[in-house]
């Protein structure tokens, strides 16, 4: 199979200047920021929608339809991003998300087409997730310089949480106002914001130089595509390993720090308000981290950090089962913020970082399959064991797995020493 040589250092797509002084950059994280708050807006309308429409149940199966074609297809959209160009499969997967939800806001409008158009339009953002979220994680090595990639993923990270802060009383807002056809509507503005935005952001000469959009071709197809980046992955002594350990920190963390949280919550009587404290806890932790590396750029010694910061996360996350009220809980809710949006961060870099250009968008696909495709299909078995056995119990094993994770990180030499570029 032939592919696309790597990008020679020296003709990166980079500028000299620092990610957060750079216009292209700063336009990439404004269209990342429009469509991630329209993401939420989204999120808001649909849960309302589905709510209206249906019973409790019901609502919840077309809450988790997007999460069956994201985890079946998600690895597809890595050979996608790879064969078409990032910022091109971008462009195309946010103007669909723009369209899908602007015929729903009409629909609403015009009839009461029910919970068949809600799970409908699930499926199609699960779809067009599995696309867009490898070519997200691949397109920053595309448009600034590996130096700065840490720094990119701390203004990722801080767009992130404004998107968390601002989507959904704008969502809520919208409801308010004209209920779910309304807020579909204005998800469906947000996205198209970012199209011009995408748009203009120009990747380096030297990726624009490769097969149209920054194609990897091979003849064999997608199948022959998607088997030589499993491949270069398992082969590789860094990405390999780091794999493994984003898939144990995933699987550990997102079902109790989502599932779980509500239960534990509901468990010791703090209430709506209370669980509020312990989430704004955790966005304060991750924000500071993704000011931490937006402001240093680089974090010395990143695979030890890194491997370090997943286990103590878990220890963490362990202790918010055991904690007496919600002022300790907010205030350990704060720590496991700050090291899980270190790690992650770090993740990102390094996948971005150790990756050949030719196979980035496949690598951003494995590594995004555990935390939004695999991970979120173990909600029901979080809160089916969480009624067995109790939250400390499920806190701690899952505490246990991200402590895997994390040792995993410290026995690989490869992973441990891994280094961000100057």
Same mark, same amino acid.
């Given at each position: 199979?032939?592919?696309?040589?790597?990008?020679?250092?020296?003709?990166?797509?980079?500028?000299?200047?620092?990610?957060?002084?750079?216009? !292209?950059?700063?336009?990439?994280?404004?269209?990342?920021?429009?469509?991630?708050?329209?993401?939420?807006?989204?999120?808001?309308?649909?849960? @309302?929608?589905?709510?209206?429409?249906?019973?409790?149940?019901?609502? +919840?199966?077309?809450?988790?339809?997007?999460? =069956?074609?994201?985890?079946?297809?998600?690895?597809?959209?890595?050979?996608?991003?790879?064969?078409?160009?990032?910022?091109?499969?971008? &462009?195309?997967?946010?103007?669909?998300?723009?369209?899908?939800?602007?015929?729903?806001?009409?629909?609403?409008?015009?009839?009461?087409?029910?919970?068949?158009?809600?799970?409908?339009?699930?499926?199609?953002?699960?779809?067009?997730?599995?696309?867009?979220?490898?070519?997200? *994680?691949?397109?920053?090595?595309?448009?600034? +310089?590996?130096?700065?990639?840490?720094?990119?993923?701390?203004?990722?990270?801080?767009?992130?949480?404004?998107? !968390?802060?601002?989507?959904?009383?704008?969502?809520?807002?919208?409801?308010?106002?004209?209920?779910?056809?309304?807020?579909?509507?204005?998800?469906?503005?947000?996205?198209?914001?970012?199209?011009?935005?995408? %748009?203009?952001?120009? #990747?380096?000469?030297?990726?624009?130089?490769?097969?149209?959009?920054?194609?990897?071709?091979?003849?064999?197809?997608?199948?022959?595509?998607?088997?030589? $980046?499993?491949?270069? #992955?398992?082969?590789?002594?860094?990405?390999?390993?780091?794999?493994?350990?984003?898939?144990?920190?995933?699987?550990?963390? =997102?079902?109790?720090?989502?599932?779980?949280?509500?239960?534990?919550?509901?468990?010791?009587? @703090?209430?709506?308000?209370?669980?509020? @404290?312990?989430?704004? +806890?955790?966005?304060?932790?991750? *924000?500071?981290?993704?000011?931490?590396?937006?402001?240093?750029?680089?974090?010395?010694?990143?695979?030890?950090?890194?491997?370090?910061? &997943?286990?103590? *996360?878990?220890?963490? #996350? $362990?202790?918010?089962?055991?904690?007496? !009220?919600?002022?300790?809980?907010?205030?350990?809710?704060? $720590? &496991?913020?700050?090291?899980?949006?270190?790690? *992650?961060?770090?993740?990102?870099?390094?996948?971005?970082?150790?990756?050949?250009?030719?196979? &980035?968008?496949?690598?951003?696909?494995?590594?995004?399959?555990?935390?939004?495709?695999?991970?979120?299909? %173990?909600?029901?078995?979080?809160?089916?064991?969480?009624?067995? @056995? +109790?939250?400390?119990?499920?806190? %701690?094993?899952?505490?246990?797995?991200?402590?895997?994770?994390?040792?995993?990180?410290?026995?690989?030499?490869?992973?441990?020493?891994?280094?961000?570029?100057?």
């Amino acid at each position: 199979m032939t592919v696309t040589p790597a990008i020679p250092e020296s003709d990166a797509p980079a500028s000299e200047r620092p990610a957060h002084r750079d216009p !292209n950059v700063l336009r990439w994280l404004g269209a990342y920021a429009s469509s991630a708050i329209g993401d939420n807006v989204y999120y808001i309308a649909l849960s @309302w929608a589905a709510v209206q429409a249906g019973t409790p149940s019901q609502a +919840g199966l077309v809450m988790a339809a997007s999460a =069956v074609p994201r985890a079946l297809l998600m690895l597809g959209g890595g050979v996608v991003a790879d064969r078409f160009g990032p910022r091109r499969v971008l &462009i195309g997967s946010n103007g669909a998300r723009c369209a899908a939800v602007l015929a729903a806001a009409v629909l609403l409008l015009v009839s009461s087409p029910g919970l068949w158009l809600l799970a409908l339009l699930a499926l199609v953002f699960g779809v067009v997730d599995a696309v867009l979220m490898p070519a997200l *994680g691949a397109l920053p090595a595309r448009i600034t +310089g590996r130096g700065q990639l840490a720094r990119v993923q701390g203004m990722r990270g801080l767009a992130s949480r404004l998107a !968390n802060v601002v989507g959904a009383p704008l969502g809520g807002l919208g409801v308010a106002l004209g209920g779910a056809a309304a807020a579909f509507g204005l998800a469906a503005l947000l996205f198209a914001a970012s199209l011009p935005l995408l %748009t203009a952001v120009r #990747i380096g000469s030297a990726a624009a130089a490769k097969a149209p959009g920054g194609a990897v071709k091979a003849p064999g197809g997608a199948a022959s595509d998607l088997r030589a $980046g499993l491949s270069y #992955i398992r082969g590789h002594p860094v990405l390999a390993r780091l794999m493994l350990v984003i898939a144990l920190s995933d699987l550990g963390f =997102v079902g109790p720090m989502n599932v779980g949280l509500t239960l534990l919550a509901d468990e010791r009587g @703090w209430g709506a308000s209370g669980m509020g @404290w312990v989430l704004a +806890g955790f966005g304060a932790g991750a *924000g500071a981290a993704s000011l931490l590396l937006t402001a240093r750029g680089r974090v010395p010694r990143a695979g030890l950090v890194l491997s370090v910061t &997943i286990a103590a *996360g878990a220890v963490s #996350i $362990g202790a918010l089962a055991y904690v007496p !009220n919600v002022a300790a809980a907010a205030a350990v809710a704060v $720590g &496991i913020g700050l090291l899980a949006g270190l790690s *992650g961060a770090l993740c990102g870099a390094l996948v971005q970082t150790d990756s050949d250009p030719a196979y &980035i968008g496949r690598v951003s696909s494995v590594s995004n399959l555990f935390s939004l495709g695999v991970a979120p299909l %173990t909600f029901p078995l979080t809160g089916a064991a969480v009624a067995l @056995w +109790g939250t400390a119990v499920v806190f %701690t094993g899952s505490a246990v797995v991200c402590v895997l994770g994390g040792v995993l990180g410290l026995c690989s030499r490869a992973l441990r020493g891994a280094e961000l570029p100057e």
